[in-house]
């Protein structure tokens, strides 16, 4: 999220490389780069992730992992949001 440090839909694409080719990140989002432009669409998509998985989590992550840990919520029933796999930066093992 933009509280992480990462960049928010209209700056995302914000590289000078996709300026010079005229496109937006609605642009970059289309899968004709896929086979048209390959290095076009495996750098945007590659850029993502690497961004997403190299980016620490801001707090509230953390508070909301604590809660799941210690059993406690404002739900009396169990969050299926607890089986979700977590980024590795997430994971109780780092």
Do not use: Q
Request: proline content about 6%; aromatic content about 14%; overall charge negative.
């Amino acid at each position: 999220s933009a509280d992480s440090g990462l960049p928010v839909y209209k700056d995302i694409a914000s590289v000078h490389a996709y300026a010079e080719l005229g496109v937006s990140y609605s642009d970059l989002c289309r899968e004709y780069w896929l086979d048209d432009d390959p290095e076009v669409f495996f750098g945007f998509w590659g850029d993502c992730y690497n961004l997403y998985m190299n980016t620490t989590p801001h707090k509230g992550y953390s508070i909301i992992r604590g809660w799941t840990e210690s059993g406690s919520s404002s739900s009396s029933s169990s969050s299926s949001a607890s089986s979700l796999p977590l980024p590795t930066s997430l994971s109780p093992s780092s």
